[in-house]
């Protein structure tokens, strides 16, 4: 059983919009800090947008923060990523991220590829 399951990826125009979703299982999201993390060629995995099991606070990385919501469905056990006004280079494999909020299990996603262009 794969613990993280992203899907919604694909190739989107700039300007448009895509919604990426997490599906966790063997877990409970809950208990875990939630992320999403993307990584583009060439480049380190970079931190996009997190959410705080503790608090339900959420923060996001300094090129997405207008135009990205990370939310959680803590009864369906999904995580989700919204993003708009989509830029070329938000062109990248998308990771999701699931560590235990009070110890250092943690779980990561296969990917999702997010292409945009014209």
């Known amino acids: 059983q794969v613990p993280l399951v992203e899907s919604g990826g694909g190739l989107v125009p700039p300007g448009g919009s895509l919604r990426l979703s997490c599906s966790a299982s063997?877990?409970?999201?809950?208990?875990?800090?939630m992320r999403w993390y993307r990584q583009a060629p060439g480049q380190e995995r970079e931190l996009v947008a997190n959410?705080?099991?503790?608090?339900?606070?959420?923060n996001y990385a300094e090129g997405v923060k207008d135009r990205a919501t990370i939310s959680r469905d803590n009864g369906e056990n999904m995580l989700y990523l919204q993003m708009t006004n989509m830029k070329p280079e938000d062109t990248a494999v998308y990771y999701c991220y699931a560590r235990y909020a009070w110890g250092d299990r943690e779980y990561w996603g296969q990917g999702t590829q997010v292409t945009v262009s014209s």
């Open positions: 063997g877990f409970a999201i809950n208990k875990y800090h």
């Open positions: 959410s705080n099991a503790h608090d339900d606070s959420t």
